[in-house]
């Protein structure tokens, strides 16, 4: 028998990380598109510890691996299913993090968008990019 | 900031700064970016002013929160909608029934207080996802399985209140029925435990399910009696093995005995993991396959096939099965699957066969014969929930695809139950189909499998699109309460609904009228009597709303 353990989520408040936020202020802010593809110095890697996953079954999102791992960056790949992304890394690593970045198909977006939630985290920039969406996701931030 | 309906803007406040005095103020949202995380991802009413909207909400990680936030509600008139994690995709996710409630959102209270690997069971809290309690598992190498739905993400609690269903052997796929023991916070704000929890200290809470006197637990599922704050539940022993295996039948009319045969083989035990039907002659996936279908493509035909798929009626003409049977392609496939000993599973296969094999004509076959545990790098070649291994995959059936180029926007799923016979299947298949082309609805437009979740009866499970048009959204709803009503009037009954449709649905059990909802309101008044918990779930309504809301 094993009791009394708790699971791996761990809640930040809101108040926690709002000094590590990019973006963090007001809704979704909504990034126009058009942004060249596969041109990743129009990319801005701000500087700091930040997330970045990517879909690599794009070549876009492998030069946005690239460009973003040679920023400083912390880069994870997956492969369409965000399945093992989840379970088996920002599920338990999420809340080092004050935000995760993301290149995308929106489908994989809507999911990591629905997990985040989960732990009160909400996206705070979404723009399409060709086939793919690019977005960035923190806690919740009061708006007053 | 919104104000709950019926509620002055000064009591309002008062009851925030007591929610933010019980749990803290970083956890009582208010504002609209917050809010938005409760608005329905798949919501009918997407971008209409009927979306139904939060006022608010409050995230307790304690049950004493819970109680606290209760009797404030009570003292304010706040009505409150209390949600797990609030996936519920296609069934309204976390929006409230009754827009302008306050959410009382339970993912913070995600405690695993139990997993009993001897007796294989578990007790948690609301917040706990299948993907928790599966991590839970495997990080304390305990041998036991889950049984979780696709996705994974949902609440263990939130999916069995709501009566969600998975995919490993029978006596777990059904998840309400999987529960052993509750813990409530009722209404007034008292502790109830039911079952063998009644009893202080008890030692058998999740080993007896129903204790003494009346069995409750079921008014609390699918209903606002009470806020769920514990809930156990049975877990499957890690079997050894793991057989799939398939019973190819060549003609229209072997439906009957194959599900007759499949009914017996399943409510004798000989098989009880999930059954899934499939017809390749139709090109109607198994359950199981949707996803690999919308990855890779579904299994082509021949022009002669096209052809002559096209012209059938109710997925049959002589032509067809003629076709089927020249081309050796099965008319209906039953695939089964076992778990045990692998001497015990090999065993209940041949026995299965010696039954199947009163069809002439049927044929045989092995899939899979797996040892288990799965080799980790071995999971993603399978359905992972028959496995009791929680996923996201199933996103896929939704994703843009080459088969799939124009995905929709979400969905609602039609979901009636019927009599699990093959009879019921062609006349299911008749009568919505009917409808649905009458009513302009993107359902039954090809002969349609039902899923076979239950052990004694059939759930077609369909997804109605929501687009981003409103008036095909329109076109949509109103065809999907036709739907409804069209399967009442043949003795069919949603099993799970949205609130934008509970009424409609509980309007269909009507036996003795209408004595259920009566039944329902009198329990409520008793109850809720200021009706503040999630009020119109299910078409419960508080006396003061009774009539004036939908």
Redesign the interface.
């Known amino acids: 028998m094993d009791t009394g353990k708790e699971t791996n989520a761990r809640f930040l408040s809101r108040r926690d990380v709002v000094e590590g936020l990019l973006l963090g202020v007001g809704g979704v802010i909504l990034v126009p598109g058009g942004v060249a593809a596969a041109d990743a110095t129009a990319w801005d890697f701000r500087p700091g510890r930040q997330l970045v996953v990517v879909d690599t079954r794009f070549e876009v999102g492998r030069k946005f691996a690239a460009a973003a791992a040679g920023s400083g960056w912390i880069a994870r790949e997956f492969s369409g299913d965000v399945t093992p992304l989840w379970h088996d890394l920002l599920d338990s690593t999420w809340h080092q993090h004050a935000m995760i970045h993301g290149l995308t198909t929106a489908d994989s977006y809507f999911c990591l968008q629905q997990l985040v939630a989960d732990r009160f985290w909400r996206t705070t920039s979404l723009a399409p990019e060709g086939e793919l969406v690019r977005w960035a996701m923190s806690p919740a931030v009061a708006v007053a | 900031m919104r104000t709950p309906p019926g509620v002055s803007p000064e009591d309002y406040a008062r009851a925030l700064t007591e929610f933010a005095g019980a749990v803290?103020p970083?956890?009582v949202?208010t504002?609209?970016?917050?809010l938005?995380?409760y608005r329905d991802?798949y919501s009918p009413f997407m971008n209409e002013p009927e979306e139904r909207i939060a006022s608010g909400a409050v995230?307790p990680?304690s049950t004493e929160q819970v109680q606290q936030i209760v009797r404030t509600a009570n003292r304010y008139r706040i009505p409150l909608y209390a949600i797990s994690?609030?996936?519920n995709?296609g069934y309204g996710g976390s929006a409230p029934a009754y827009s302008g409630s306050v959410v009382l959102d339970l993912?913070?209270m995600?405690?695993?207080?139990?997993?009993?690997?001897?007796n294989a069971f578990a007790l948690v809290e609301p917040?706990?996802?299948y993907?928790?309690?599966y991590?839970?598992i495997q990080e304390?190498k305990?041998k036991v399985w889950i049984d979780c739905p696709d996705?994974?993400?949902g609440s263990v609690i939130g999916n069995a209140l709501d009566r969600g269903g998975g995919y490993t052997t029978a006596n777990y796929r059904n998840h309400f029925d999987s529960h052993c023991g509750m813990e409530v916070v009722l209404p007034n704000g008292e502790l109830l435990r039911t079952g063998m929890g009644g009893i202080p200290n008890a030692q058998t809470w999740q080993q007896y399910k129903s204790g003494c006197g009346p069995w409750i637990d079921g008014i609390f599922s699918q209903s606002n009696y009470g806020v769920v704050t514990k809930m156990g539940f049975w877990l499957m022993p890690q079997p050894e093995a793991y057989l799939r295996c398939t019973v190819s039948v060549p003609r229209y009319q072997d439906l009957m005995p194959l599900v007759e045969t499949l009914n017996f083989v399943e409510n004798s035990r000989i098989t009880s993991g999930f059954p899934d039907l499939e017809s390749p002659l139709l090109r109607a996936p198994p359950v199981g396959q949707v996803q690999l279908w919308n990855e890779t493509g579904p299994p082509q035909m021949s022009a002669e096939h096209q052809r002559l798929f096209k012209a059938a009626e109710l997925g049959y003409s002589r032509e067809l099965e003629a076709f089927g049977v020249r081309s050796a392609i099965p008319y209906w496939k039953l695939w089964l699957s076992f778990h045990g000993p692998a001497e015990v599973v090999a065993a209940q296969w041949r026995a299965a066969q010696r039954h199947f094999a009163r069809i002439a004509g049927a044929k045989f076959a092995i899939v899979d014969d797996v040892k288990l545990p799965l080799d980790p790098a071995q999971v993603?070649h399978y359905h992972?929930p028959e496995f009791g291994i929680?996923?996201?995959?199933v996103?896929?059936i939704?994703?843009?695809t080459p088969w799939n180029p124009t995905?929709s926007k979400g969905h609602m799923w039609f979901s009636p139950i019927i009599p699990r016979t093959g009879e019921a299947i062609i006349e299911a298949n008749r009568v919505f189909s009917a409808a649905a082309r009458e009513l302009k609805m993107p359902l039954f437009a090809t002969f349609t499998l039902p899923a076979c979740f239950w052990e004694r009866s059939f759930i077609f499970i369909l997804a109605t699109p929501v687009t981003e048009d409103p008036a095909t959204n329109k076109l949509y709803r109103e065809g999907f309460k036709k739907l409804i009503e069209v399967g009442g009037q043949h003795g069919w009954g949603e099993y799970r609904t949205a609130p934008v449709f509970q009424q409609t649905v509980m309007d269909v059990y009507s036996f003795n009228n209408q004595v259920l909802q009566r039944f329902h309101a009198t329990l409520k008044d008793a109850i809720d009597p200021n009706g503040i918990l999630s009020a119109g779930r299910y078409a419960i309504w508080p006396k003061h709303l009774r009539g004036k809301s939908s």
């Open positions: 803290g970083e956890w949202f504002s609209d970016a917050d938005d995380l991802a995230a990680s994690t609030g996936k995709l993912k913070r995600n405690r695993i207080i139990e997993v009993n690997e001897a917040g706990v996802s993907f928790d309690l991590r839970y304390h305990l996705p994974g993400w993603t992972e929680p996923s996201l995959r996103f896929s939704g994703a843009r995905p």
